[in-house]
């Protein structure tokens, strides 16, 4: 057999560390590159750390995520210019936006997380493995406006998830956060000097993403594990935010893709129609066409395994391709999300190794909140 | 470092193949392979009466981070396969060098077992790694 089907088992080069990194080695995790971070994929079984994100509580070091703060007068203008979701929805303090950031085609840049933290002060979370391309493009928009991109290297990031996370957390809080945080509301977020507690995450579960300085880091992560939430690796990740229906940047939609062929029309702020952000009139045409792919989720009947770029094979013969697929745990079958003609039907073949597999097709959104919804 | 049973060989593709007392080669992966895998989720077994060559891609484990090809170590004609294996892969990661056995195969030419690797090279090779 050989080892070289995916990145996971890539021989680590030259490699960027978090401050987690020795914890991680110490509890024997197994690293792997990912996007040019020394990460680690799981710690034991990766169906168990599935698993325990969604009946109890697991954490992720997702420190290797950048931060990005935007400062100034303008910066809601800014924003208003440079995100394809409208951050003029962001009314009270805290809330988060899950939006992309569109070339001038209505190609994907990046998909991230806007919070609001005043009218002049914004924070976003974007991916690590497009961090240089993004700060690039951030600041070639930002000239005319009246704002600073400022990045925040020297903040760790740790996400906390599943249904029992609030209840370990918050007492873990610096003594105010703690109970600010057992406050606040699904996507939105309170803090207290560096500390940051966003309720958010990439699970389909409760929880918090944690934004702390990275000299806390190590101490939180080891207190975190003491009251009994088990470390998961970027596998669970992976597996749970398939079953829960969110896209990976990279895999599911990258500089080639829009929007609407990504699953994702409904980030996409049409109205009001005098705001005119980047990518705009591109997918306006786009629109006016209506011969956009349809992003959708499949269920595979057969056994086996979907994985990414296997054909999908509909009734009339036009293909499609799965853009993210794998097993799903909670289903115990195999799951994927694929890009497909806009006449796909309920069912379809996939084209694993030369034989084609029956699978049905639903929306892409698999597992929340522990349950299954298909 | 799991421990490497000492009375079969070792291709350096990770799979084990066991030389059994009727003449029949039984075949599986090695422990290290399944760690490096991860949970398996599926296994594509070969089909009894399958004619192969040594090297062949004979089968199909796909665990939950990846799918890789196993090939067999010898020369000869497929006599039975693992089916427990269709509702339980997850017997190669609790058990690789027993329970979890894949393929087994009558090979025309037991020699062929010769070129591969003992348990103390198999050990040197995922030492190198």
Same mark, same amino acid.
């Given at each position: 057999?050989?080892?070289?089907?995916?990145?996971?088992?890539?021989?680590?080069?030259?490699?960027?560390?978090?401050?987690?990194?020795?914890?991680?080695?110490?509890?024997?995790?197994?690293?792997?590159?990912?996007?040019?971070?020394?990460?680690?994929?799981?710690?034991?079984?990766?169906?168990?750390?599935?698993?325990?994100?969604?009946?109890?509580?697991?954490?992720?070091?997702?420190?290797?995520?950048?931060?990005?703060?935007?400062?100034?007068?303008?910066?809601?203008?800014?924003?208003?210019?440079?995100?394809?979701?409208?951050?003029?929805?962001?009314?009270?303090?805290?809330?988060?936006?899950?939006?992309?950031?569109?070339?001038?085609?209505?190609?994907?840049?990046?998909?991230?997380?806007?919070?609001?933290?005043?009218?002049?002060?914004?924070?976003?979370?974007?991916?690590?493995?497009?961090r240089?391309?993004?700060?690039?493009?951030?600041?070639r928009?930002?000239?005319?406006?009246?704002?600073?991109?400022?990045?925040?290297?020297?903040?760790?990031?740790?996400?906390?998830?599943?249904?029992k996370?609030r209840?370990?957390?918050?007492?873990?809080?610096?003594?105010?956060?703690?109970?600010?945080?057992?406050?606040?509301?699904?996507?939105?977020?309170?803090?207290?000097?560096?500390?940051?507690?966003?309720?958010?995450?990439?699970?389909?579960?409760?929880?918090?993403?944690?934004?702390?300085?990275?000299?806390?880091?190590?101490?939180?992560?080891?207190?975190?594990?003491?009251?009994?939430?088990?470390?998961?690796?970027?596998?669970?990740?992976?597996?749970l935010?398939?079953?829960?229906?969110?896209?990976?940047?990279?895999?599911?939609?990258?500089?080639?893709?829009?929007?609407?062929?990504?699953?994702?029309?409904?980030?996409?702020?049409?109205?009001?129609?005098?705001?005119?952000?980047?990518?705009?009139?591109?997918?306006?045409?786009?629109?006016?066409?209506?011969?956009?792919?349809?992003?959708?989720?499949?269920?595979?009947?057969?056994?086996?395994?979907?994985?990414?770029?296997?054909?999908?094979?509909?009734?009339?013969?036009?293909?499609?391709?799965?853009?993210?697929?794998?097993?799903?745990?909670?289903?115990?079958?195999?799951?994927?999300?694929?890009?497909?003609?806009?006449?796909?039907?309920?069912?379809?073949?996939?084209?694993?190794?030369?034989?084609?597999?029956?699978?049905?097709?639903?929306?892409?959104?698999?597992?929340?909140?522990?349950?299954?919804?298909? | 470092?799991?421990?490497?049973?000492?009375?079969?060989?070792?291709? #350096?593709?990770?799979?084990?193949? &066991?030389? %059994?007392?009727d003449?029949? =080669?039984?075949? /599986?992966?090695?422990?290290?392979?399944? $760690?490096l895998?991860? #949970?398996?989720?599926?296994v594509? &077994?070969? %089909?009894?009466?399958?004619q =192969?060559?040594? /090297?062949?891609?004979?089968?199909?484990? $796909?665990?939950?981070?990846?799918?890789?090809?196993?090939?067999?170590?010898?020369?000869?004609?497929?006599?039975?396969?693992?089916?427990?294996?269709?509702?339980?892969?997850?017997?190669?990661?609790?058990?690789?060098?027993?329970?979890?056995?894949?393929?087994?195969?009558?090979?025309?030419?037991?020699?062929?077992?010769?070129?591969?690797?003992?348990?103390d090279?198999?050990?040197n090779?995922?030492?190198?790694?």
């Amino acid at each position: 057999m050989v080892f070289a089907c995916r990145p996971f088992f890539e021989n680590i080069k030259m490699t960027k560390k978090t401050i987690l990194n020795s914890a991680h080695r110490e509890l024997g995790a197994r690293m792997v590159d990912f996007g040019g971070w020394d990460m680690p994929v799981n710690y034991g079984s990766q169906i168990d750390e599935h698993h325990t994100v969604r009946q109890s509580v697991g954490m992720f070091d997702v420190s290797h995520m950048t931060v990005v703060d935007i400062n100034g007068l303008q910066a809601k203008a800014y924003l208003q210019h440079v995100l394809a979701n409208d951050v003029a929805k962001l009314t009270r303090q805290g809330k988060a936006l899950y939006s992309c950031m569109l070339n001038e085609a209505a190609g994907i840049i990046d998909d991230l997380i806007v919070y609001f933290l005043d009218e002049k002060n914004y924070r976003l979370v974007v991916n690590a493995s497009t961090r240089d391309k993004d700060i690039a493009w951030l600041e070639r928009q930002a000239k005319g406006f009246d704002v600073k991109i400022n990045e925040k290297p020297t903040l760790a990031m740790i996400a906390v998830q599943g249904p029992k996370a609030r209840q370990k957390v918050c007492p873990l809080l610096p003594e105010r956060l703690g109970l600010a945080a057992a406050e606040i509301k699904p996507f939105s977020a309170c803090w207290h000097g560096e500390w940051f507690v966003g309720r958010t995450g990439y699970t389909g579960e409760d929880g918090f993403e944690i934004i702390l300085p990275e000299d806390k880091a190590e101490g939180f992560w080891r207190q975190l594990i003491e009251v009994g939430v088990n470390p998961c690796g970027l596998g669970a990740r992976d597996t749970l935010r398939l079953e829960a229906g969110m896209n990976l940047y990279g895999q599911d939609m990258d500089e080639s893709k829009h929007p609407l062929e990504s699953g994702l029309n409904w980030t996409v702020a049409w109205e009001p129609e005098a705001r005119n952000f980047v990518g705009k009139q591109a997918l306006l045409a786009i629109k006016e066409q209506a011969n956009s792919d349809k992003f959708v989720g499949l269920i595979l009947e057969d056994k086996g395994v979907l994985r990414g770029h296997q054909t999908v094979v509909l009734e009339d013969g036009a293909q499609g391709e799965i853009t993210s697929g794998g097993y799903s745990p909670t289903m115990e079958r195999s799951i994927a999300f694929a890009r497909v003609p806009a006449n796909i039907g309920k069912t379809c073949k996939i084209d694993i190794r030369g034989k084609l597999k029956d699978a049905r097709v639903v929306k892409p959104c698999f597992v929340r909140q522990g349950e299954v919804q298909i | 470092m799991s421990n490497i049973p000492d009375d079969r060989k070792y291709a #350096d593709s990770h799979e084990w193949a &066991l030389l %059994e007392a009727d003449g029949i =080669v039984r075949v /599986g992966i090695t422990d290290h392979a399944q $760690e490096l895998l991860g #949970d398996l989720v599926f296994v594509e &077994l070969p %089909e009894v009466g399958q004619q =192969v060559a040594k /090297g062949d891609e004979c089968s199909v484990v $796909e665990s939950v981070k990846a799918a890789s090809d196993i090939y067999s170590p010898v020369t000869g004609e497929i006599i039975a396969v693992n089916t427990d294996l269709e509702d339980g892969p997850e017997a190669i990661n609790d058990s690789a060098y027993e329970d979890g056995w894949i393929f087994t195969i009558r090979p025309s030419d037991v020699t062929e077992l010769d070129d591969m690797l003992d348990a103390d090279g198999y050990q040197n090779l995922t030492e190198d790694e």
